[in-house]
């Protein structure tokens, strides 16, 4: 009998427009920062009950995260889901006609995304609505001799957890805006859409 393994990542049970809300703001924060994601903390005012479980990023672990979107991205009407229009190619990011999709109401239901912490670059899609990782790409791990196989084993255990934690801080960010800014977010993501 055979064994389904499923990856560790624990996906947010976020409802589904909330999903493809976090995929849109994930893409329009990396594009107006340059890749570089400003991540949203906690204030000492910030103390409504909505708040209460989210815990304050550790921004220097997060300094050099730097997030762009790969070279697919899916939409869908969010009343009839079973048309999905599928747009890939380079610098996808930069394609008008994504934008004027969004724009016209189409939202997201999966997109390819790059991440790079320090040295160490990652690739991967997500997917709406349980924000599942897929096709994972992990960063090379070099083996040079048999001994250090069994190590690179657990490398890339280690690099897995780290690209989970990044996404998890992510999800964070996005809960605090979305709790707390998300009515001015939204005009800044609209005017970025007419761009």
């Known amino acids: ?17 909330l999903a493809s809300d976090f995929l849109l703001w994930m893409w329009w924060a990396s594009d107006v920062n340059g890749s570089h994601i400003q991540f949203s903390t ?3 005012d910030d103390s409504d009950e909505d708040s209460e479980n989210l815990v304050p990023l550790d921004e220097t672990a997060l300094d050099s ?27 996808l990011a930069i394609t008008p006609e994504v934008k ?4 016209q109401g189409k939202v997201i239901s999966s997109i390819e995304m790059g991440l ?5 670059e990652y690739s991967f899609s997500l997917r709406t609505p349980d924000l599942r990782l897929h096709g994972v790409k992990l960063p090379t791990v070099y083996d040079t001799s048999k001994e250090e196989r069994e190590g690179m084993v657990f490398e ?17 960010s996005f809960s605090h805006v979305r709790l707390h800014a998300w009515d001015d977010t939204l005009k800044d993501i609209s005017k970025w859409l007419q761009t």
């Open 156 to 172: 890339r255990m280690r690099l897995l957890d780290e690209l989970e934690s990044a996404l998890k801080a992510l999800v964070q």
């Open 100 to 103: 004027v999709a969004i724009a």
């Open 42 to 44: 906690l204030d000492e």
């Open 65 to 91: 995260l730097e997030l762009w979107i790969g070279n697919k991205i899916a939409l869908v009407s969010p009343h009839d889901s079973r048309t999905k229009a599928t747009m890939s190619g380079e610098e």
């Open 1 to 17: 009998m055979s064994e389904t393994h499923e990856n560790t990542y624990d996906p947010v049970s976020f409802p589904g427009y």
């Open 116 to 120: 790079r912490i320090d040295d160490r």
